[in-house]
């Protein structure tokens, strides 16, 4: 008899009692290889001596404050340090509790900034179609998985969405990835001019793409693209790197690989690598400066705003992430897991696609790889993969949606970036057991 009230209310789930390096262990003593950090989150494993060590300190230190009326040593020191660390022009951070916190925030500080610059008139937000930015109901709406907003529909503000960038499917035959990545990024500046750029608040994105597409990384030029189009009309850039972020594809921002900086940006899952919920919010100096200079108030802020415990555990994350060189790590061991997937799965008649960056990989699974056609929505492949998976051991994260009439199936594996080449073996041969069993 249980009180908790699960997400899967027909499921009947084991129970997780330990945590040892990139494995889990359940109460029947059955070990699971985490391939996919949960949804991407334990970047460093279950069992950072480090980790535990700086939270174990900060309770018996200080537990808590309301940023109200004092601010804390961890959150000082981690700002510091994200700051450091970040792309060119971020200034300030705020801290949340998580990611879906963390990108509310992101929307509610662009529309006061221009309130407070004088540009009331700003408001549309537009984000693509197959993108997801969390399931509190401002950032439902700016996401585009169908599947999660439909519910709610008469809930949510509108917003306009525009294509993802998303070669495997939508480059065409005569196309260049770069000239497709400048077609898609175009589709904002249409979009911008449809709605008129002076009323146009924020474009929203993730960098790569996580839990809707399955790690599909943005063709060279795209963000470039986008950036400018963003200038050129005054419209705020707002990357979402919850999932993609905190070293999750081989840097510690995942649009620095494309060159580019966000005016706003949000981060989560591997902040607290799963030691602490913690988000946050990084923003440029001159949004800042714009609330400082105005009303003095960010008119937003939840009773849990930078923890002291959540902070301290992130700041001994990001230690770890860059003095400790996990970030490298990622980035190395990420082309490992690529190329031990190609191998196995190069081939496999029901894999369309591997892809990804760093350890951000994604698979696609469809009916016929030489036609590209997907299962049949009822099929639930993405979903049996992994049940299968989990019944030979092995944690990964499946995801099925249908967008635009467009059906797809695709499996993340996102595993701790102390990862070695051995339990890459395990985890692609688990896998391989799965696919067999599911497709
Ligand atoms: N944004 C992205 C890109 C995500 O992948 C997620 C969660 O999967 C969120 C936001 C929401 O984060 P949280 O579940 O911590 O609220």
Known sequence: ????????????????????????????????????????????????????????????????????????????????????????????????SGGSEAMEAALKLARQYFLEIGQPQRHHIIARRQSYHGNTLGVLATGGNMWRREPFAPLLIGTSHIAPCYAYRDQRGDETAEAYGLRA??????????????????FVAEPVVGATLGAVPPTPGYFRRIREICDRHGVLLILDEVMCGMGRTGTLFACEQDGIAPDITAIAKGLGAGYQPIGAMLCTGAIYRAIEQGSGFFQHGHTYLGHPVATAAALAVLGKLTDGGLVARSQAMGEVLQSALEAAFGQHPNVGDIRGRGLFRGIELVADRETKDPFAPGHNVAARVKKAAFE???????????????????VLLAPPFIIEEAQIDELVRKLGIALEAAT
């Open 392 to 410: 030979a051991g092995l944690i990964c994260y499946p995801m099925s949606g249908t967008v635009d009439g467009r059906h797809g199936d695709h």
């Open 1 to 96: 008899m249980t009180h908790v009230f699960p997400r899967h209310t027909k499921a009947d789930l084991p129970v997780a009692v330990h945590g040892d390096g990139i494995y889990l262990v359940d109460s029947t003593g059955k070990r699971y290889l985490d391939g996919s950090g949960g949804a991407a989150v334990s970047c460093l494993g279950h069992s950072d001596a480090e980790v535990r060590e700086a939270v174990r300190r900060q309770v018996d230190t200080l537990a808590f404050a309301h940023t109200s009326f004092l601010t804390s040593e961890p959150a000082e020191a981690l700002a510091d340090k994200l700051i450091e660390h970040a792309p060119k022009g971020l200034d300030r951070v705020y801290f949340v």
């Open 185 to 202: 990024a175009d589709e904002l500046e249409a979009e911008i001019q449809r709605l008129g750029p002076d009323n146009v608040m924020a």
